[in-house]
Each structure stands twice: as structure tokens, then as C-alpha cells.
T-cell receptor, first 114, second 114 residues
Framework: SQKIEQNSEALNIQEGKTATLTCNYT??????LQWYRQDPGRGPVFLLLIRENEKEKRKERLKVTFDTTLKQSLFHITASQPADSATYLCALENYGGSQGNLIFGKGTKLSVKP | KAGVTQTPRYLIKTRGQQVTLSCSPISGHRSVSWYQQTPGQGLQFLFE???????NKGNFPGRFSGRQFSNSRSEMNVSTLELGDSALYLC?????????????FGSGTQLSVL
């Protein structure tokens, strides 16, 4: 079955720097990969979806890359701000199995210090 | 457009009791999925409903059940509560449940089992 690993449980960076979060998967390459943001005690909020034929997707200060050879997606936040502090989840489409149509990673908790 | 609404926001129950959680999806969304989120396990898929039919089910015991009504509202029920059922329960809706659709999550129901 598909397994997802997000590089670290926590990432601390200084305001203004670029945060880079990693999402690795182990088996088949999904046709789509999504990133969500989750604040404490709240539900995840969709940020970006990238398709396997798209190398890169941007939205304001966010950038996502998708490398099917490395089986990896990178999520970048440029000019990070304390308000970007949250947990970021990646999610892959699931082929069959009992995990629903999307499998979620456990997330990386980002803390941006002023 | 109103977002996904989950009620109640918080619940405290004791072992052995049962609980019913409610989810109202975004208007027009026919797919509703339920997830259990705990600090150690991340988002775990419970089940998905589409047009009043359970279409997919995760690896949870039969104590966890759900249903969907004709207006797409959904409920999940947990019987004979155990301490390990303490978690944030999230529901998410999307138009059809396809893996390339973004999920819209509610704020969740925080369940504490004492």
C-alpha cells in the first residue's frame, strides 16, 4: 500500500526566510498531489493541487513541485511570516485500499519566529 | 456559500457510552468523508458516503458507523466508547468525491472519552 512521509514533524525558521517542506511517497506515483494547511483545533484547508504532468505550481508566496522520479513533492513558502505557522499536510490519491480516495501524511508543524 | 458545519464542537463522554456526530456539507456537495485525527496517527480515514450510500470504508471496528441523508447531511455514530476513541473527528465534503477534487473540511468535533 502507499505510504507517505513528511520530512520532519517540526520545522522552525526565521521570519522572511523560505520554508521548504518535503513529502515523499513509496509506491506508485499518484496522478494528483494536494497540500493542506491545518491550524490547531481546526480542520485542514486546501492550498494547492499539482498534477503529475505539472512540474511546478505557484500561488502567491506558495510553490509546489512534483518529481515523480524521486517520488517527492516539495512545498515552499517564500518570505515566511509568523502567520504561516501551522501544520502542513500533503495528500495523495489512493488507488483502491481502505484509506479513501486521499491518503494524508502526518504533517509538518511549521513555526516561523519573528 | 456556507462552509462545512460540524456539531457539536466539543463532547465529553464516558467509556461505554455512545455518541452521534453531525456534518452538514457545502450545498451541492454529495460526497462526505469522515476522518479521525489523533496526534500520533494523523488523519485516519473512517468512511465516505455518496448519495446516501457508503462507498468506501477504512480499517475501523464495527463500533464506528455512519449514514447519509437525502440532503447529503451525514452522521457518524460510535458505540461502546473506549478511551482510545478520544480524538478530533473531521468531516469533509466535495462535489463527487473524486481524488482530484479538493476537500472542504469542517472544524471538527473534539471528543474526549473519560
Amino acid at each position: 500500500s502507499q505510504k507517505i512521509e513528511q520530512n520532519s514533524e517540526a520545522l522552525n525558521i526565521q521570519e522572511g526566510k523560505t520554508a521548504t517542506l518535503t513529502c515523499n511517497y513509496t509506491n506508485y506515483s499518484p496522478a494528483y498531489l494536494q497540500w493542506y494547511r491545518q491550524d490547531p483545533g481546526r480542520g485542514p484547508v486546501f492550498l494547492l493541487l499539482i498534477r503529475e504532468n505539472e512540474k511546478e505550481k505557484r500561488k502567491e508566496r506558495l510553490k509546489v513541485t512534483f518529481d515523480t522520479t524521486l517520488k517527492q513533492s516539495l512545498f515552499h513558502i517564500t518570505a515566511s511570516q509568523p502567520a504561516d505557522s501551522a501544520t502542513y499536510l500533503c495528500a495523495l490519491e489512493n488507488y483502491g485500499g481502505s484509506q479513501g480516495n486521499l491518503i494524508f501524511g502526518k504533517g509538518t508543524k511549521l513555526s516561523v519566529k519573528p | 456559500k456556507a462552509g462545512v458545519t460540524q456539531t457539536p464542537r466539543y463532547l465529553i463522554k464516558t467509556r461505554g457510552q455512545q455518541v452521534t456526530l453531525s456534518c452538514s456539507p457545502i450545498s451541492g456537495h454529495r460526497s462526505v468523508s469522515w476522518y479521525q485525527q489523533t496526534p500520533g496517527q494523523g488523519l485516519q480515514f473512517l468512511f465516505e458516503y455518496f448519495s446516501e450510500t457508503q462507498r468506501n470504508k477504512g480499517n475501523f471496528p464495527g463500533r464506528f458507523s455512519g449514514r447519509q441523508f437525502s440532503n447529503s447531511r451525514s452522521e457518524m455514530n460510535v458505540s461502546t466508547l473506549e478511551l482510545g476513541d478520544s480524538a478530533l473527528y473531521l468531516c469533509a465534503s466535495s462535489p463527487t468525491g473524486r481524488s482530484d477534487e479538493k476537500l472542504f473540511f469542517g472544524s471538527g468535533t473534539q471528543l474526549s472519552v473519560l
